[in-house]
């Protein structure tokens, strides 16, 4: 798993963005598995996907569809606790979750 790791992120992010008929659960399956690619493997979450699924994250908690908002809140959280317990220098995740955690997503 470790070789293709870059390769399993991409593919399970590929599908956030899915909206057939299948009412959120495919966006929930996807918003479930991000806290467990970072734990997986933290440091390759926090240098290549860190920013691309807080941003997301942050949308789908930001949205009234399908019921992903509370999923999507958890993930949040999830990611935070993982990211920091992961690197030799807090601060440094803290400055990357503090500019996604940003206002102006929520100004909509």
């Given at each position: 798993?470790?070789?293709?790791?870059?390769?399993?992120?991409?593919?399970?992010?590929?599908?956030?963005?899915f909206?057939?008929?299948?009412?959120?659960?495919?966006?929930?399956?996807?918003?479930?598995?991000?806290?467990?690619?970072?734990?997986?493997?933290?440091?390759?979450?926090?240098?290549?996907?860190?920013?691309?699924?807080?941003?997301?994250?942050?949308?789908?908690?930001?949205?009234?569809?399908?019921?992903?908002?509370?999923?999507?809140?958890?993930?949040?959280?999830?990611?935070?606790?993982?990211?920091?317990?992961?690197?030799?220098?807090?601060?440094?995740?803290?400055?990357?979750?503090?500019?996604?955690?940003?206002?102006?997503?929520f100004?909509?």
């Open positions: 798993m470790h070789n293709r790791y870059r390769e399993v992120c991409e593919n399970v992010l590929r599908f956030r963005d909206n057939k008929t299948d009412k959120g659960l495919i966006r929930r399956t996807v918003i479930s598995l991000m806290p467990m690619l970072a734990e997986f493997d933290s440091i390759e979450f926090n240098s290549s996907q860190l920013s691309v699924c807080m941003t997301y994250l942050l949308d789908a908690a930001t949205h009234k569809k399908e019921d992903v908002e509370r999923s999507a809140f958890l993930a949040i959280g999830q990611i935070a606790q993982v990211s920091q317990a992961s690197t030799s220098c807090p601060q440094e995740n803290s400055i990357t979750l503090t500019r996604s955690l940003s206002l102006p997503h100004a909509r």
